[in-house]
T-cell receptor, first 114, second 114 residues
Framework: GENVEQHPSTLSVQEGDSAVIKCTYS??????FPWYKQELGKRPQLIID?????GEKKDQRIAVTLNKTAKHFSLHITETQPEDSAVYFCAASRPDTGRRALTFGSGTRLQVQP | NAGVTQTPKFQVLKTGQSMTLQCAQD?????MSWYRQDPGMGLRLIHYSVGAGITDQGEVPNGYNVSRSTTEDFPLRLLSAAPSQTSVYFC?????????????FGPGTRLTVL
């Protein structure tokens, strides 16, 4: 089955700096890659996703890049703010046979220092 | 819309007890799933359902049962609770094909097994 590895497990940045979180996946047939943000004590919420037919997607200060050849994708947060502090999860899924579900990475705890 | 709701919010069980975690959604989503979240291990899929009457196992199904008699409800049953099942449990639902669309998570149930 799919295996998703996420790095780093913790990341501390100064307010205004950029943050980058990287994930690698094992199944070359995977074609959907979402990112979820989970604030302390809250439920995970989708912040951005990308499908394998595009290499990059942006939404204001957040961007995701995908390298299908290398089987990795990354979350980029620019001009970080204290409210960006949370745990971020990447995930991957394949479109057809086998387990019809997302496989999540182990999470990255991002702390933005004011 | 209430979205995805879960009850109870907190539960303490003794080893060997059984219980049912309730999950309901009012968005007419066909796809529903259960995850458990443990520190440093991300979100691990327990069971999922692509529609009423259809369920399948995820990564960590042992010790749990599910059923899907209606589109709205997807209860998770712990057959004989063990300390290893101490975790936070999230239910999620998704429109369309489900696993390659946004997952809408419930607020979670924090379960402690003594």
């Amino acid at each position: 089955g799919e295996n998703v590895e996420q790095h780093p497990s913790t990341l501390s940045v100064q307010e205004g700096d950029s943050a980058v979180i990287k994930c690698t996946y094992s199944d070359s047939a995977s074609n959907y890659f979402p990112w979820y943000k989970q604030e302390l004590g809250k439920r995970p919420q989708l912040i951005i996703d990308i499908r394998s037919n595009v290499g990059e997607k942006k939404d204001q200060r957040i961007a995701v890049t995908l390298n299908k050849t290398a089987k990795h994708f990354s979350l980029h947060i620019t001009e970080t703010q204290p409210e960006d502090s949370a745990v971020y999860f990447c995930a991957a899924s394949r479109p057809d046979t086998g387990r019809r579900a997302l496989t999540f990475g182990s999470g990255t705890r991002l702390q933005v220092q004011p | 819309n209430a979205g995805v709701t879960q009850t109870p919010k907190f539960q303490v069980l003794k080893t060997g007890q059984s219980m049912t975690l309730q999950c309901a959604q009012d968005m007419n989503h066909e796809y529903m799933s259960w995850y458990r979240q443990d520190p440093g291990m991300g979100l691990r899929l327990i069971h999922y359902s692509v529609g009423a009457g259809i369920t399948d196992q995820g990564e960590v199904p042992n010790g749990y049962n599910v059923s899907r008699s209606t589109t709205e409800d997807f209860p998770l049953r712990l057959l004989s609770a063990a300390p290893s099942q101490t975790s936070v449990y999230f239910c999620a639902s998704s429109p369309g094909t489900g696993w390659d669309n946004e997952q809408f998570f419930g607020p979670g149930t924090r379960l402690t097994v003594l």
